[in-house]
């Protein structure tokens, strides 16, 4: 019973495995058959569309063919497409091509509905006819030129002869000129060899002159040099001088007249001197240290006698111990010989502190002193070097006042000090121009641009024994009260 199922199970088994193998087959057959027919299908799908496009094809060209021949209106986007046409048909793109370079015949005038090969015979015809008419036209025009050149032809006959007889008479008068020309032509080389010489010794005389004027240049500059370097030293020389104690006596008593009260000294027109200058008398054995000496006199120029010669009368007499004498020199810090001495004012500038500038009185008394009034390069911008003296108030006070206007105005006395000090004129305070003017003792003890006054520079004592003054005078002398010279102040007339 157990080996007889057995061989049934083995007997089912392979009945399976058959089935099996017969089911694979009938499908694989099944498969393939399908698969011939969808590729069969789809190659038939692929040719009618194909011959559908060719169709469309075909249809749009004639289409486009029937515009070319005028059967159908196109479009201007569609003339312009010709250009570049490239529809996959070589011909037919080349015809495109060429119909749109065929309808460039027409002009500009002609619109795009008349742009066609049927409209195109008539164009060309029309085209011809009016190309007869110009023909015609420029026929006859040719006649009527033939007619006027033949007429032409004869006038120019008669003229080419009358032509020919002037060109014989104008050879003729040309021989003439060449013989003359030949003449003057040897003359001229004749005369061109000596410009010639002419102009090699000019070039060699002004070889030699621009070396001579080279040498010259050459000297000049050095020269040049040299006075630049002199200026410079002279200007540091002067603003030294004007810094420190520079004052110098300007001439001396030569005669002493009428007891005493008229004198000459040795100044004239020859020095720019006029009469109403006002001097200082100083003995003349003071005039070492000019700075410390004492002013024995003051006189006033009267008269001019000659180019070094002058009168002058005594405004202040001197002590009746040390008269005026022969000898003795004279000074003034508002003169200087050969020129006038020039003073700026810079500013308003107060002298009595009483608030309000005091420029017109300042002037009056530098004038008197025998100075001018010079121009302190306000509208310039610069000072002149020839001013000895700016003269400056007091820095204007800011308190009280306009801040904006103060400050302006000690802008300005700024600029002016510093115009002054690149020019190298010396810068001095009022109050020191009114000690050459009024002080006691300070027109000589301080000169002008120091910052000290008078009090600080006593004079120092002469060495050695003191002279003593005669006691047994005449009551006259005695009684001297008037019209002396007490003081170090040049008095003023």
């Known amino acids: 019973m157990a080996a007889r199922d057995d061989s049934v199970i083995r007997g089912s088994l392979i009945t399976c495995l058959i089935l099996l193998v017969l089911s694979l087959a009938l499908n694989f057959i099944l498969w393939s058959w399908g698969s011939g027919q969808a590729e069969e299908r789809a190659t038939i799908a692929n040719r009618l569309n194909d011959v559908s496009n060719g169709l469309k094809n075909a249809e749009e060209k004639n289409i486009t063919m029937q515009k070319m021949l005028g059967a159908e209106q196109m479009t201007q986007d569609e003339f312009d497409s010709f250009a570049n046409s490239s529809s996959g048909d070589a011909e037919f793109d080349a015809l495109a091509t060429q119909f749109h370079s065929d309808m460039q015949v027409f002009g500009q005038d002609v619109g795009i509905q008349d742009r066609h090969y049927g409209a195109l015979v008539d164009y060309f015809m029309n085209a011809i006819r009016d190309r007869n008419e110009q023909y015609g036209v420029a026929r006859d025009d040719a006649n009527k030129i033939r007619a006027q050149a033949a007429a032409d032809v004869a006038t120019a006959r008669a003229a080419q002869q009358k032509a020919e007889t002037e060109r014989e008479n104008l050879a003729k008068q040309l021989e003439d000129e060449r013989t003359q020309f030949a003449a003057y032509r040897n003359d001229m080389l004749t005369k061109m060899e000596q410009a010639k010489d002419s102009k090699t010794k000019s070039e060699r005389d ?7 004027a080279g040498t010259q240049v050459n000297d000049l500059v050095k020269q040049t040099q040299m006075l630049e370097n002199t200026i410079e030293t002279q200007k540091l020389e002067l ?69 070094h010669l002058a009168e002058a009368r005594v405004v202040a007499m001197p002590q009746i111990g040390n008269p005026i004498i022969e000898g003795d020199a004279v000074y003034s810090p508002f003169w200087a010989p050969g020129r006038t001495v020039r003073i700026a004012l810079a500013g308003g500038i107060d002298i009595d502190d009483d608030g309000r500038p005091d420029n017109e009185i300042l002037e009056g008394m530098i004038k008197a002193a025998g100075a001018e009034i010079a121009d302190n390069g306000e509208r310039s911008g610069r000072i002149d070097p020839g001013v000895r003296f700016l003269v400056v108030g007091e820095s204007p006070k800011i308190e009280g006042r306009d801040e904006d206007v103060a400050a302006a105005e000690l802008a300005a006395l700024g600029e002016a000090k510093q115009r002054a000090t690149e020019a190298g004129v010396t810068v001095i305070p009022a109050w020191k121009l009114q000690a050459y003017l009024k002080t006691l003792d300070d027109s000589l003890t301080t000169p002008f641009g120091s910052a000290v006054r008078g009090d600080d520079w006593q004079p120092e004592p002469v060495p050695g024994p003191s002279r003593r003054r005669p ?23």
């Open 206 to 212: 002004l070889q030699a002159l621009q070396r001579k």
């Open 471 to 493: 006691v047994d005078l005449p009551d006259m002398f005695k009684q001297q009260k008037e019209r002396v010279q007490r003081t170090n102040e040049i008095v003023s007339p």
């Open 239 to 307: 603003n030294k001088l004007r810094g420190g104690r520079f004052e110098t006596v300007q001439g001396e008593i030569r005669y002493v007249l009428r007891g005493g009260k008229i004198v000459s000294i040795n100044l004239g027109s020859a020095d720019a001197l006029r009469p109403g200058i006002t001097f200082g008398v100083v003995d003349r054995d003071d005039t070492a240290r000019l700075q410390d000496a004492d002013i024995k006199a003051s006189i006033q120029i009267t008269k001019i006698l000659g180019p």
